[in-house]
């Protein structure tokens, strides 16, 4: 079996095994400790509510099997599953690690265009670019909103 085979089984399989709401409670906060994130100290209260329902969002998600936290190398990955994945497109998407470079990708985006800068973050953050991100639906595109916010507020 190839190793990305196995890998698409492994990831298949954690799916179909969700995970209790207390280990996703624990994974969330493993990957706020990884980016330093403490909600309580943003200035903005809106800003904190917002990471309330993100990271309710998060939790139940993940409770639901739509999503994954996984850390390799000591560096967190997201896994999103697609219910309706674009042609071409897998049925899962892995966010990497939030670096510069995906930073850099919002360049050009409004700072008031929350949804051109989440789609262009996540796009880099995949590897599959802007326009994937364009063409989600329904759900997956609602829970990538929720992950770019993630990215947009660490």
Same mark, same amino acid.
């Given at each position: 079996?190839?190793?990305?085979? $196995?890998?698409?089984?492994?990831?298949?399989?954690?799916?179909?095994? %969700?995970?209790?709401?207390?280990?996703?409670?624990?994974?969330?906060?493993?990957?706020?400790?990884?980016?330093?994130?403490?909600?309580?100290?943003?200035?903005?209260?809106?800003?904190?509510?917002?990471? #309330?329902?993100?990271?309710?969002?998060?939790?139940?998600? !993940?409770? #639901?099997?739509?999503?994954?936290?996984?850390?390799?190398?000591?560096? %967190?990955?997201?896994?999103?599953? $697609?219910?309706?994945?674009?042609? *071409?497109?897998?049925?899962?998407?892995?966010?990497?690690?939030? #670096? *510069?470079?995906?930073?850099?990708?919002?360049?050009?985006?409004?700072?008031? #265009?929350?949804?051109?800068? !989440?789609?262009? $973050?996540?796009?880099? $953050?995949?590897?599959? *670019?802007?326009?994937?991100?364009?063409?989600?639906?329904?759900?997956?595109?609602?829970?990538?909103?929720?992950?770019?916010?993630?990215?947009?507020?660490?």
């Amino acid at each position: 079996m190839s190793e990305d085979k $196995l890998k698409d089984n492994i990831r298949e399989a954690s799916f179909k095994n %969700p995970i209790s709401r207390p280990v996703a409670e624990e994974q969330f906060q493993a990957l706020i400790d990884f980016y330093d994130c403490v909600p309580e100290d943003f200035a903005d209260k809106d800003i904190e509510k917002n990471f #309330d329902r993100i990271k309710n969002r998060f939790i139940r998600s !993940m409770v #639901d099997g739509k999503l994954s936290i996984s850390f390799e190398e000591g560096k %967190p990955k997201i896994t999103q599953r $697609l219910k309706y994945p674009p042609d *071409g497109v897998p049925n899962t998407l892995t966010y990497k690690t939030l #670096d *510069g470079k995906a930073r850099i990708a919002m360049k050009g985006h409004e700072e008031d #265009d929350n949804h051109g800068r !989440m789609q262009a $973050l996540c796009g880099a $953050l995949t590897g599959e *670019g802007e326009a994937t991100m364009r063409n989600l639906i329904g759900p997956d595109v609602s829970l990538m909103e929720y992950i770019g916010g993630f990215f947009l507020q660490v």
